[in-house]
């Protein structure tokens, strides 16, 4: 299969508590990506962490990146409601923008 | 920032038609552009890539004949699915490449497609 793994599947937390998801690719990688998607429209890009940075951070989200075990972990702190969305992780292998996706988490963030 | 519009956003067809899908990169010309589907509660599957003036490359397992793509401008691409079944009904999404040097793809909001 071209996709990765991400666990868990589906996440149900209340609102201000941390969420993490992971996820796991199967080849080498340029930059691996993560995406937000509220059911049924499109994906919003969140952040891009490339093969040589190890964490990032934007805002309340926190992204690992570890290659030797070809994963990569997305937190949100301090949950809210508003954060309820499916949330799937993307590699790129190369600068060619082709994205391969994983399975994606279903996050339920409970008011 | 960039703009990805996709149209229309939801069609309902009869078996056996063919739907057009339209990608444009609103503010931004796009060399490539991608092509996904995605089934309820699963993910983004890739079916091609668009390259502006050239043939698209087609994803394994994906029938270029059914799945007609066109990328005919550096803003637009479209993505013909003919003689339509009940199992091509999928949400389509495209996304578009800003530039050669760019990592970041930029998505429309997608395409409810229903075969009845």
Redesign the interface.
């Known amino acids: 299969s071209q996709q990765g793994e991400e666990d868990p599947q589906a996440l149900s937390i209340q609102e201000g508590e941390n969420a993490t998801m992971n996820c796991s690719y199967k080849t080498s990688i340029n930059n691996l990506q993560w995406y937000r998607q509220n059911s049924g429209r499109g994906l919003v890009h969140l952040i891009l962490i490339r093969s040589n940075e190890r964490e990032k951070h934007s805002g309340r989200l926190r992204v690992t990146l570890d290659t030797s075990k070809k994963s990569s972990s997305l937190l949100i702190t301090a949950s809210r409601a508003a954060d309820t969305a499916s949330y799937f992780c993307a590699t790129n292998r190369n600068q060619g923008g082709k994205l391969i996706f994983g399975q994606g988490t279903e996050l339920s963030v409970k008011p | 920032g960039a703009v990805v519009s996709?149209h229309p956003s939801r069609v309902i067809c009869k078996s056996g038609t063919s739907v057009k899908i339209e990608c444009r990169s609103l503010d931004f010309q796009a060399t490539?552009m991608?092509w996904?589907r995605q089934f309820p509660?699963?993910?983004?599957?890739?079916m091609a890539?668009s390259n502006e003036g050239s043939k698209a490359t087609y994803?394994q397992g994906v029938e270029k004949d059914k799945f007609l793509i066109n990328h005919a401008s550096l803003t637009l691409s479209t993505l013909t699915v003919t003689s339509a079944h009940p199992e091509d009904s999928s949400?389509y999404?495209c996304?578009a490449?800003k530039g050669?040097?760019?990592?970041?793809?930029?998505?429309?909001?997608?395409t409810?497609l229903t075969v009845v």
């Open positions: 996709q490539t991608f996904y509660k699963q993910s983004l599957m890739l890539t994803e949400f999404i996304s490449r050669q040097g760019s990592t970041e793809a930029f998505f429309g909001q997608g409810r």
